[in-house]
């Protein structure tokens, strides 16, 4: 199965507080997991991913944990900001000679309050 | 280096016309996808595209739905007969290539609208 679930499906959160969005997997031939951001009426933009060797990334606000033997990852966004209000994805990818085809979570609605 | 360039951004369409939607990848990139997105769910895969071939077309609704990206010009999607669920914002992603360092960029989108 080439299936990608995401939770929650909308997240509200104080400004300076942690958004975490969870998402687990079922095809252990992903090698690549990317997290994308999505603003209203634009399209998605890749914030931050990682490699399936690696068990957590950070890249500024931003951290990717990964259980490899859950076949679960999720994103932090530590001190969010009315600025990340925005439509967060996770996805999943095969990377190989057929492309690097993506799949993606149903996607997390984040709002940030003021 | 202009982005990813999708057009229209928006296009309305009735039962039963054509849709076409254009796509050109970002300057160097030769590997375009498209994906499909309805209202308050994630992307969907639809196609991938090298220069003048398909490549993987698992995602593309067996009837209706064809895609092309010729030698010289963008890459099009075209919906025949466009139906009130085609309604959706379609997205396209180049790359350079493909493989382990390869990201891919989206467009906009094309907002298609079924009246």
């Known amino acids: 199965q080439q299936q990608v679930k995401q939770s929650p499906q909308s997240l509200i959160v104080q400004k300076g507080g942690i958004s975490i969005i969870n998402c687990a997997y079922e095809n252990t031939a992903f090698d690549y997991f990317p997290w994308y951001q999505q603003f209203p009426g634009k399209g998605p933009a890749l914030l931050i991913a990682?490699?399936?060797?690696?068990s957590e990334k950070k890249e500024g606000r931003f951290t990717i944990s990964f259980n490899k033997s859950a076949k679960q990852f999720s994103l932090h966004i530590m001190d969010s900001q009315p600025g990340d209000s925005a439509t967060y994805f996770c996805?999943?990818?095969?990377?190989?000679?057929?492309?690097?085809?993506?799949?993606f979570g149903g996607g997390t609605r984040v709002l940030v309050k003021p | 280096n202009a982005g990813v360039m999708q057009n229209p951004r928006h296009l309305v369409r009735r039962r039963g016309q054509e849709a076409r939607l254009r796509c050109s990848p970002m300057?160097?990139?030769?590997?375009v996808y498209w994906y499909r997105q309805l209202p308050e769910e994630g992307l969907k895969f639809m196609v991938y595209l090298q220069k003048e071939n398909i490549i993987d077309e698992s995602g593309m609704p067996k009837e209706r739905f064809s895609a092309e990206f010729p030698k010289e010009g963008p890459s099009i999607l075209r919906i025949q007969q466009v139906v009130r669920g085609d309604s959706a914002a379609y997205f396209c992603?180049?790359?350079?290539?493909?493989?382990?360092?390869?990201?891919?960029?989206f467009g906009q989108g094309t907002r298609l609208t079924v009246v």
């Open positions: 992603a180049s790359s350079p290539t493909w493989g382990a360092e390869t990201e891919a960029f």
């Open positions: 300057k160097g990139h030769s590997h």
């Open positions: 990682i490699r399936p060797d690696v």
């Open positions: 996805a999943a990818e095969l990377r190989g000679a057929a492309g690097n085809k993506l799949t």
